[in-house]
Nanobody, 118 residues
Framework: QVQLVESGGGLVQAGGSLRLSCAAS????????MGWFRQDPGKERELIAS????????WYADSVKGRFTVSRDNAKNTVYLQMNSLKPEDTAVYYC???????????WGQGTQVTVSS
């Protein structure tokens, strides 16, 4: 069982930057692909970025490509999401998740709020 705790959310003006962190404990973090999701009230949770267990492969949703960067430090059991050029439409609760079984995300953090003001 992996426990995930996100941090780094907050209020930022449009055009600003934030870096989210997701600290893992209690499991084989370094063997799990990781994902970042976000959810706005009234909308479905969407996958916006993912990273392979080694960090060598990443994927981004079109909505964040070129602005967000996912990375991980397996020695620190932490995955990051660097968010630049933030827009009001990036406002959401951001979640990290670990994929123990291929094709699904099995462990979730509690989420961190990101609010981008115009």
């Amino acid at each position: 069982q992996v426990q995930l705790v996100e941090s780094g959310g907050g209020l930022v003006q449009a055009g600003g930057s934030l870096r989210l962190s997701c600290a893992a404990s209690g499991g084989s973090f370094s063997s799990y692909p990781m994902g970042w999701f976000r959810q706005d009230p009234g909308k479905e949770r969407e996958l916006i970025a993912s990273i392979s267990w080694s960090g060598s492969n990443t994927w981004y949703a079109d909505s964040v490509k070129g602005r967000f960067t996912v990375s991980r430090d397996n020695a620190k059991n932490t995955v990051y999401l660097q968010m630049n050029s933030l827009k009001p439409e990036d406002t959401a609760v951001y979640y990290c998740a670990a994929s123990r079984v291929a094709g699904q995300f099995d462990y979730w953090g509690q989420g961190t709020q990101v609010t981008v003001s115009s």
